[in-house]
């Protein structure tokens, strides 16, 4: 038998090994990388969805609280967020909305005292006698 480790079997062994190990490196990952990128669409996530909802409120004609959608609330979706502003609004149009004070309603008999009517006032209290 021949010396087996000639020169050119050393060599062709050489090169099988050496050609993983090159692609390995070539493919080797830079987590770092991708951590950073992963962060980054996250941001952009969450700005993509507070513009979807900015965008809403505009076409809702909500405009003017758009503040207090992304402030207050970041984490719910949009539906659910312009029910709860339009609910809001609803519950201010009521509170700034006329409200007559109380006021008891006139009877007959304060009517014609005001008016000086001493013959009304006598009708309006025997009227009440004979219902």
Same mark, same amino acid.
């Given at each position: 038998?021949? @010396?087996?480790?000639?020169?050119?079997?050393?060599?062709? /062994?050489?090169?099988? /090994?050496?050609?993983?190990?090159? $692609?390995?490196?070539?493919? &080797?990952? %830079?987590?770092?990388?991708? $951590?950073?990128?992963?962060? $980054?669409?996250?941001?952009?996530?969450?700005?993509?969805?507070?513009?979807?909802?900015? +965008?809403?409120?505009?076409?809702?004609?909500?405009? +003017?609280?758009?503040? =207090?959608?992304?402030?207050? &609330?970041?984490?719910? @979706? *949009?539906?659910?967020? *312009?029910?709860?502003?339009? $609910?809001? *609004?609803?519950?201010?149009?009521?509170?700034? #909305? =006329?409200?007559?004070?109380?006021?008891?309603?006139?009877?007959?008999?304060?009517?014609?005292?005001? @008016?000086? %009517?001493?013959? #009304?006032? *006598?009708?309006?209290? =025997?009227?009440?006698? =004979?219902?």
């Amino acid at each position: 038998m021949e @010396n087996l480790h000639t020169e050119e079997t050393v060599e062709m /062994v050489a090169e099988v /090994v050496e050609a993983p190990v090159e $692609q390995t490196v070539e493919q &080797s990952v %830079d987590y770092d990388a991708i $951590q950073e990128q992963a962060k $980054q669409l996250e941001i952009e996530k969450q700005q993509l969805k507070e513009d979807a909802l900015k +965008f809403r409120l505009e076409q809702e004609g909500l405009g +003017f609280a758009k503040g =207090f959608a992304t402030t207050y &609330s970041p984490t719910e @979706n *949009i539906e659910k967020q *312009i029910e709860m502003i339009q $609910q809001l *609004i609803a519950e201010i149009k009521l509170d700034m #909305g =006329f409200m007559p004070k109380e006021v008891a309603k006139q009877d007959d008999y304060t009517a014609h005292k005001q @008016n000086g %009517d001493a013959k #009304g006032m *006598i009708a309006s209290k =025997f009227a009440k006698l =004979f219902k």
